[in-house]
């Protein structure tokens, strides 16, 4: 019930009974105990009125002053909770995936060196092993070309 229709209902009431009352002596006892009746019931009823009024009001206040304290708090926790989830979960792909082309490179860098490393030792070892060869055939057939070949000797004579 609206409050102002609650007090303006007891003031006409209130007003009905002044007028009833005779002015020209002292009141009868009837009429100011409906005075103090209608008094009586124009407090309660503007107190019942007001208390739901406020008590609505309050509480409808204290859900939203509740609910919008209660949101921000829970976003936040939620907000820092995903936040570090997706900071770790971020940190471990980038991690495996760091390792993975890392390792690929230096596997690979590894491997040229290796080759090329194994390919210049081959390399001279070869040559060193041909060279040596070469040299002592070379020698040997120069020797024999410049020594003439000798003939057999004669049989002997008997």
């Given at each position: 019930?609206?409050?102002?229709?609650?007090?303006?209902?007891?003031?006409?009431?209130?007003?009905?009974?002044?007028?009833?009352?005779?002015?020209?002596?002292?009141?009868?006892?009837?009429?100011?105990?409906?005075?103090?009746?209608?008094?009586e019931a124009g407090r309660e009823a503007g107190y019942e009125a007001g208390h739901a009024e406020g008590y609505g009001s309050g509480r409808e206040a204290g859900h939203e002053a509740g609910h919008a304290e209660g949101y921000e708090a829970g976003?936040?926790?939620?907000?820092?909770?995903?936040?570090?989830?997706?900071?770790?979960?971020?940190?471990?792909?980038?991690?495996?995936?760091?390792?993975?082309?890392?390792?690929?490179?230096?596997?690979?860098?590894?491997?040229?060196?290796?080759?090329?490393?194994?390919?210049?030792?081959?390399?001279?070892?070869?040559?060193?092993?041909?060279?040596?060869?070469?040299?002592?055939?070379?020698?040997?057939?120069?020797?024999?070309?410049?020594?003439?070949?000798?003939?057999?000797?004669?049989?002997?004579?008997?």
């Open positions: 019930m609206d409050i102002k229709k609650v007090i303006a209902d007891l003031t006409a009431r209130y007003r009905k009974l002044t007028e009833q009352t005779p002015s020209s002596g002292l009141a009868s006892t009837g009429a100011v105990a409906d005075i103090n009746a209608a008094r976003r936040k926790v939620g907000h820092e909770a995903g936040h570090a989830e997706g900071y770790e979960a971020g940190r471990e792909v980038g991690h495996d995936a760091g390792y993975a082309k890392g390792y690929k490179a230096g596997r690979e860098a590894g491997h040229e060196a290796g080759h090329a490393e194994g390919y210049e030792a081959g390399r001279e070892a070869g040559h060193e092993a041909g060279y040596e060869k070469g040299y002592g055939e070379g020698y040997r057939i120069g020797l024999e070309a410049k020594t003439p070949p000798q003939s057999e000797p004669p049989p002997p004579e008997s």
